[in-house]
């Protein structure tokens, strides 16, 4: 039997002095129940709030605006606050709710707390669980609790709708649920009673959303100290040190603003007196250790994130195992389909998800960031097979190559232009710029993974959009790294260029005679290997830095040189130019 005939009253109360008195016919029975008329905290575990609590007064302000009963537009029914495993979610609506529960005339009829356990399959509570709990919490007897989630829903809403009949208006709490199906069977139909949920997922429980985010330096850095203060006394040695106070704010950036992260690094230095933050900071400096040395006792934020990595799916697994091997800032969502090798529309939704999970977020349209501890996390996952990650990672540089070569043939002025990829010489560059930081960490990043040619070829695919955007460091820095994978390879052919380029790079910052070095030595490497035409571009750019560096009578010997080797190979348009620059010089 799934529910109450149409004929039977539910809900039927009237007020007595010392508590709530509930009579309602359930599924043929007859319950008559004198509930409490305030439900403590204590009574369905509501946890006390730290004391330190810190960064989140703009939070709590917007949750109590939502929670009051003379609000503007009213109470909101559902607040949803989510975010990623360790943020802070449960104690932003624990602070909240004490402090509503202190507010007169606000909760007369108190509160109820439940946490669903929602990323512990082990622990999971279901909404008939959470319901059976609440409903014996406040006194239902055992034997008229109905068995089915849609009748405990029922009764539930009977016995709250008891209490806002009284005046007895209650808030609820429900903490930790992964899923709608946890969470809709115990909300009210009486918009008077108002229901916080937390989530590491972004739930579609016709919520006001709350996402809840890191904490930024300052905060940070004042939580680690509160805790110390609190804990060990104002007059701890450390939080006046001189020497130890950069070292508070490096252990803030290592744990990356997540407030578990900073609680755990805390109450380490308030557990040892003579623990010195700045030793602390050296021992989490190695990636490698950070989420092992960020535990303390029973919390730990590896298995926070463990809890949140066990629910995702196959597909959703792979993506999230993957995105770490992208070297830069951020992630297209075409550079994620390349890393896992799915359909670009399929990852689309796979980062969707993903970000409603919290364990990625979106910087910009169509971009995806993890958070520090979060990408430590993932690169640490077990692969599904050898040459996973390998495999992925020479997809993913292939494809950044590739894609820049192309949008690189929208910069030259000279030759066919490619618009299979890009329509426009803006969408080049737009992509382009979007790009860059993760170009340059390519170029870096893939000689160690056994990569080198994808390094030296993006080096030169590049070098018109740095010079044209004045990126002239990371040029410099990139050329450089080129030429050194030459010379080991014993390229001289692509030392060469790479001095060639390098060059270029130098005299923009004005290192005039770096510049000179750099292009003396292509123009030698380029005669000795016969190579004329790239001797007359190597004694034209050589030109250049002599004239900038006022040495006009050396330059000019340089480009006479140039025009003498670009008209042995037939390149009369490069003859032709440097003539008329020879020109203007006579001039």
Known sequence: MSGTPADEPVGVSNRI?????????????????????????????????????????????????????EGAGGPVLVSAVAGMAGVGKTELVVQTAHRALRKPGWFPGGVLFVDMFGYDAARRLSAADALLGWLQAIGIPGEHIPASVQDRARLWRSVLDAYTSQDRRLLLIVDNAATEDQVTPLLPTDPEIPVLVTSRHTLDIDASLHDLNVLDTGPAVHLIREVIAQRRGADDPRLHAPDQQQAMTDLAGLCAGLPLALRVVAALLADRSLLRPAA??????????????????????????????????GEQALLYRLLPVNPGPDVATD?????????????????????????????AADRWRMHDLIRLHAATQPVASPDETPTAR?????????????ANTHLVPTGPTDTTRFPSRQDALRWLDAEHANLVSVCANAPTHDLPHITTSLVFALARF???????????????LAREIFQQLGDRHGEGRAWNSLGLALRQVRRFDDAITAHT???????????????????????LALAEAGRLDEARVCWEQAVAAFAETGDTHAATLIRTLLDELES
């Open 17 to 69: 002095s010392d508590g709530v008195f509930f009579h309602a016919v359930v599924m043929g029975r007859d319950i008559q129940v004198t509930l409490p008329a305030q439900i403590r905290p204590a009574l369905t575990g509501l946890p006390r709030p730290a004391a330190v609590f810190t960064g989140r007064d703009v939070q709590v302000d917007a949750l109590l605006a939502g929670l009051s009963p």
């Open 280 to 313: 602390l900071a050296d021992r989490l400096r190695d990636d490698q250790a950070r989420l092992d040395g960020l535990s303390r006792q029973q919390v730990a934020v590896r298995a926070a994130f463990d809890l949140s990595y066990r629910n995702l799916a």
């Open 466 to 480: 740095l010079s044209f955007r004045r990126h002239f460091t990371d040029w410099i820095t990139i050329a450089t």
């Open 521 to 543: 030595n292509a123009r030698d490497i380029f005669h000795q290997l016969g190579d004329r035409h790239g001797e007359g571009q190597a004694l034209n750019n050589l030109g």
């Open 394 to 406: 020479q997809r993913l540089f292939t494809h950044y190559l590739d894609t820049t070569s192309t």
């Open 335 to 363: 550079g994620a389909a390349a890393l896992t090798g799915l359909p670009a529309a399929r990852v689309a939704v796979l980062l969707e998800d993903l970000h409603r999970a919290h364990l990625v977020d979106e910087p």
